[in-house]
């Protein structure tokens, strides 16, 4: 769920949106805003005792409940607070802010998106149910449905900044740069001074190229955003793009400090990204790492798998051939073999085996890198060296699906034959860690129904 402690607890979607669905909009003088600076500076219990008073008197302040409600499941709290809601909507079940907040803490579902749903077919004319209903969808990776209820809810409110920000960052998903741009330029425009508007712009003007105008933008940001390293690590590649190394090694360390294992969570949401087709929004997660963290060895891995995924060989040769200098390449057997497959996609299949061959002197009991040598030495039509090194495979894994395909091979290549399958596996497919639990499962239901036929 995405709450205004941005990384704490990731599972959103395009992981800018993380930070951007970040703070509500601070509708009450002073008090929101007053919660959300505690928050940032790591002042949970501050934060989330100063809403509950101030709620006490102002039950109907929307901005009030959505960030009471991320304080207390920032805090742990994520049940009790759920229970208390369903109990207070039972009690007020007239109270629209009360009952937008009880579907706000509904764990992400198809029962959320129905309970939007229905609630927003009694209330049509609520500017802000459309709103939370738009980030929703944005929340669940589903870009292009969020924005027709995001242009309802600027219809009926249209001096709303916050819409015109899920609207930039549904663009920015969907690959769209222009419109996410002047949906970002609207939403900052009208609030300069909201820090999670202010970073999203920030990364936006980065993406036009404009490095210098994103630091400008980015350095009152990760002043506010005291207990976040995401803004911090887009300054730093800020100072990276302008050459200004000493100062992108600061922010480097500014942004670990702040979110220990910042890189690794933004490869974790490129991989998302990625899985839902936002390519664009992948790269740029994963160059992030890269540029800041150049020894990130599964930041080149994720990219490369993209570019392989678009079929664009000669950036996926690019990237796995610095992913095999890091360290020497002495412990990179996947990059080795990433490398070969990348020759092979683009059909230059000497290269191809040269560098599966240099994966196995890496790791010399590779099994996976021993099955694509015999895929490729069958296509290439060394049918001896194909059959020994099958049989090689038999011998490592002789229960395994490998050793099953070992035998339905060889019997082609016995007779001089490359076997028809050989074509499609050796072709790219996007595998399975890329997927989401879902695409996954439904792989394995669909591998369980042939089965039984």
Known sequence: MIGINGMKYIGGPILTVIFALTTPLAASAGVT???????WKGEREAARDMLAAWLAGNPEDIDAHLLYCDSRIALGEAQKVRKDY??????????RAIRLAQIYLFAQST?????????????????????????????????????????????????????????GLAQRALGDLEQETAALRIAYGRMPDDASIGLEMGVTELSNGNAEKAK??????????ESDGYAAAVHAQACYRLGQTDDAAAGKELALRRTPGLFD????????????????????????????????????MQLGILHRIKKETDEAIAVYTKATEI??????????RNLGLSYGDKGDFVQAEKYVRRSLEVDPDYLIGWVDLARLLGKTEQFDGAIETWNRVIGMAPYGWEAKEARETMGYLEKGEVPAQVWDKLEFKQPLQ???????EKLREEAAKKKGQ
């Open 216 to 225: 400008e933008i980015l350095i009152p940001v990760m002043a506010e955003m």
């Open 111 to 167: 029962l959320k998106q129905k309970a939007y749903e229905m609630f927003l077919d009694d209330n049509v004319d609520f500017a802000r149910g459309w709103e939370e209903f738009g980030k929703y969808l944005l929340n669940g990776w589903k870009p292009r449905m969020a924005i027709p209820p995001l242009e309802k809810a600027l219809a009926l409110d249209p001096d709303r900044p916050r819409p015109h920000l899920y609207i």
């Open 265 to 300: 969570q933004l490869v974790y949401q490129g991989i998302k990204a990625r899985s839902t087709d936002q390519h664009n929004e992948a790269v740029r997660l994963f160059q992030i790492v890269i540029d800041l963290n150049p020894t990130h060895l599964e930041a080149y």
């Open 33 to 39: 805003d007053d919660a959300v600076k505690l928050f």
């Open 327 to 336: 360290d020497e390449g002495q412990m990179n057997q996947l990059a080795w």
């Open 86 to 95: 369903s109990d207070l909507a039972k009690s007020d079940p007239e109270s």
């Open 434 to 440: 890329a997927m989401s639990r879902e695409e996954v």
